[in-house]
T-cell receptor, first 114, second 113 residues
Framework: DSGVTQTPKHLITATGQRVTLRCSPR?????VYWYQQSLDQGLQFLIQ???????AKGNILERFSAQQFPDLHSELNLSSLELGDSALYFC?????????????FGPGTRLTVL | GENVEQHPSTLSVQEGDSAVIKCTYS??????FPWYKQELGKRPQLIID?????GEKKDQRIAVTLNKTAKHFSLHITETQPEDSAVYFC????????????FGQGTRLTINP
């Protein structure tokens, strides 16, 4: 158990719908990252938040957005869903500092768009 | 931005033999290189990492080497065991930057008994 939690574990929805994925980082970690892993694909970085502020953006679609709340949990919002958005979505957290950057991954949310 | 290439995409070795996975990166400023192991349907887990001021690091049967000049790093697993079967991802990151991990495409390692 990495200490990072994600809910829900599974999500099945229809095209055009909107969903929200939730992530709680490890205690003390200020940085949260979101990654998308499509079937047989690698891990694609979507977005990073640090202490409530957006820090970096990757290949995140305009239909997707995220935020980090004062209690440091984060939510990834996916709207106007398409079949191709079906994937595993991982959240990771880390202590951002000069000594290293081990990212601890949550168990993931498997999103299926029908 | 950073780009990481990983080879091979699949690797099959006999139990007890060694396995080597190689990665190259494009951004010479990257200074932290972790390796993650992901079993089917599970989260990626860090197995070893190396920083740019170190050329080699070992942890029991696992070792990583880094060649900064050539911008490549490799994962070496010796005396492979069935439980080593998984997908392995390399990554590169600039610690002082945004710290987003840029992953390689992954290597599916199969250990044959």
């Amino acid at each position: 158990d990495s200490g990072v939690t994600q809910t829900p574990k599974h999500l099945i929805t229809a095209t055009g719908q909107r969903v929200t994925l939730r992530c709680s980082p490890r205690s003390g970690d200020l940085s949260v990252y979101w990654y998308q892993q499509s079937l047989d694909q690698g891990l694609q970085f979507l977005i990073q938040y640090y202490n409530g502020e957006e820090r970096a953006k990757g290949n995140i679609l305009e239909r997707f957005s995220a935020q980090q709340f004062p209690d440091l949990h984060s939510e990834l919002n996916l709207s106007s869903l398409e079949l191709g958005d079906s994937a595993l979505y991982f959240c990771a957290s880390s202590v951002v500092g000069i000594t290293g950057n081990e990212q601890f991954f949550g168990p993931g949310t498997r999103l299926t768009v029908l | 931005g950073e780009n990481v290439e990983q080879h091979p995409s699949t690797l099959s070795v006999q139990e007890g033999d060694s396995a080597v996975i190689k990665c190259t990166y494009s951004d010479s400023a990257s200074n932290y290189f972790p390796w993650y192991k992901q079993e089917l349907g599970k989260r990626p887990q860090l197995i070893i990492d190396i920083r740019s001021n170190v050329g080699e690091k070992k942890d029991q049967r696992i070792a990583v080497t880094l060649n900064k000049t050539a911008k490549h790093f490799s994962l070496h697993i010796t005396e492979t065991q069935p439980e080593d079967s998984a997908v392995y991802f390399c990554a590169a990151v600039l610690i002082q930057g945004a710290q987003k991990l840029v992953f390689g495409q992954g290597t599916r390692l199969t250990i044959n008994p």
